[in-house]
């Protein structure tokens, strides 16, 4: 996409009490024309960790399966294993914490399938076609289901995050539609580092370790740093803070979020559409049971074929909200970056350096009934 055009984001406000099925259908009407007859049409969404609330609901999800179909598209609804060993580390667990948060074949009406297999290797690699901002990133592996999709409907669930600030649809593409060794390598930068005066041999980062990389040595953790796959699993439980976070890490983090979407999204050049739902905007991501109160009210529905215009859409709606409770002193562009300590466009603005869109857009409420 050439960053001098100025990009469409289509917006369906919630303010004035109109259904969200209806703000679906007109939104996805204006970005029908990436899925075509027959296509195989992945549609990406976070199905929720276990014990956590504020993901989509599987009538959004349901709703857009539908479209599709009216389309002429056939939908699976799709995700990835995590890094992390908890309700969603292999498909298998995946599948079964999606049906305990309502995600079935029956309530979305289409297949629900783990596109990176059962232990979250299954993949193709792909290229990353240049690096900026000193990123070594330079090629991602697609979850095999995903990659051989024909179309790709990217449904995200806009809330803050740890390390990246806020979590949108380069979030959702860059780390959602990968494989475990491209998300380790997205983690690389913030990988924890030890400072072994604290450490006491407890073993409890030992014991806990996902991917059995952790050893003890003369009472003092050892790490296979070849091996290490960056979960830092070890560093949000040792009660010692052994580890702790490098310089940078946030900042350089959203740095290998972008490169890893433009190689995702490489893959699918015309055939995929991003519809961003800025609702129950917590602090925390959907990986994190419970992700914490709402920062803002309910904002809406966006909708674009260019998810660097449509994130930065949905920060902009945002940061013209009043933030709720005990946020309510944040006075700040960049609300949820404010909280999670970064600049929160360092995604965006590398996105749009790489050429997957453009920050100048046009917003268009939509304002039209639908059945």
């Known amino acids: 996409m050439k960053t001098s055009e100025r990009s469409e984001v289509f917006f369906f406000p919630y303010d004035r009490g109109r259904a969200f099925l209806r703000g679906l259908r007109i939104l996805f009407s204006k970005v029908a024309n990436v899925v075509s007859t027959g296509d195989s049409v992945a549609v990406k969404v976070h199905m929720g960790e276990y014990g956590g609330s504020a993901y989509l609901r599987p009538p959004i999800v349901r709703r857009v399966c539908d479209l599709i179909k009216e389309a002429g598209g056939k939908p699976f609804v799709t995700d990835t294993t995590t890094l992390y060993p908890m309700g969603r580390f292999t498909a298998s667990k995946y599948l079964s914490t999606a049906a305990y948060n309502g995600f079935t074949e029956e309530s979305v009406g289409a297949p629900v399938v783990i596109a990176d297999g059962e232990r979250g290797y299954d993949g193709e690699w792909v290229d990353i076609p240049r690096q900026v901002s ?92 070849e091996k290490c796959m960056n979960c830092n699993s070890c560093l949000y439980l040792c009660p010692e803070s052994v580890y702790s976070m490098p310089p940078q890490a946030q900042e350089r983090f959203q740095v290998s979020l972008a490169h890893a979407a433009t190689g995702v999204l490489s893959r699918f050049h015309s ?73 929160s466009l360092v995604q965006i603005r590398t996105a749009q350096e790489l050429g997957l869109g453009n920050m100048t857009y046009e917003l268009k409420e939509q304002n039209k009934n639908a059945k």
């Open 134 to 225: 000193d990123c070594s990133l330079d090629k991602i592996k697609i979850a095999k289901k995903i990659f051989n999709a024909d179309s790709l409907i990217v449904l995200s669930h806009v809330k803050g995050h740890d390390l990246a600030g806020f979590g949108g649809s380069i979030k959702n593409v860059a780390m959602g539609c990968v494989t475990k060794e491209s998300k380790a390598a997205q983690h690389r930068v913030n990988r924890g580092v030890i400072d072994l005066s604290k450490c006491t041999g407890c073993g409890q980062c030992v014991e806990a370790c996902p991917f059995k990389v952790l050893s003890l040595l003369e009472e003092k953790m050892v790490r296979d740093e």
């Open 271 to 343: 055939k995929v559409a991003f519809i961003n739902f800025v609702q129950d905007v917590t602090r925390s991501c959907d990986c994190v049971a419970p992700s914490g109160f709402p920062v803002v009210p309910d904002i809406g529905i966006l909708a674009s074929t260019d998810v660097v215009a449509i994130d930065k859409a949905s920060l902009d709606l945002i940061a013209q909200s009043k933030p709720l409770g005990k946020f309510a002193s944040i006075n700040s562009p960049d609300i949820l970056g404010k909280i999670n300590g970064t600049d």
